[in-house]
């Protein structure tokens, strides 16, 4: 039986949060680009980072287990590269 991990995570695009029960066998890449199309954001996830702690996740192809990200954490997505200012 795999346990779960309730998250939120914070798509910076829209200013939005996206809360969820996950697996946690799954990978932050699967959680990052359902976060994205729940938030109604049509670019593609590879334009995107995700933090954790204020640290970027590099290898989003491990689980939240081996990345002991733990119950109710909190999660960052936000573009690779900044936006100009107007």
């Known amino acids: 039986?795999?346990?779960t991990r309730h998250l939120r995570v914070m798509v910076?695009?829209?200013w939005d949060e996206v809360a969820a029960d996950w697996p946690s066998d799954a990978t932050v890449a699967t959680v990052k680009a359902t976060a994205l199309v729940t938030a109604r954001v049509t670019m593609p996830p590879e334009a995107f980072v995700v933090k954790f702690r204020g640290a970027e996740v590099r290898d989003e192809a491990r689980s939240l287990s081996e990345l002991?990200?733990?119950?109710?954490?909190n999660l960052i997505v936000l573009?690779?590269?900044r936006r100009a200012a107007y």
């Open 1 to 3: 039986m795999t346990s």
């Open 12 to 14: 910076h695009e829209v």
């Open 68 to 73: 002991d990200i733990p119950d109710d954490a």
């Open 79 to 81: 573009r690779r590269r």
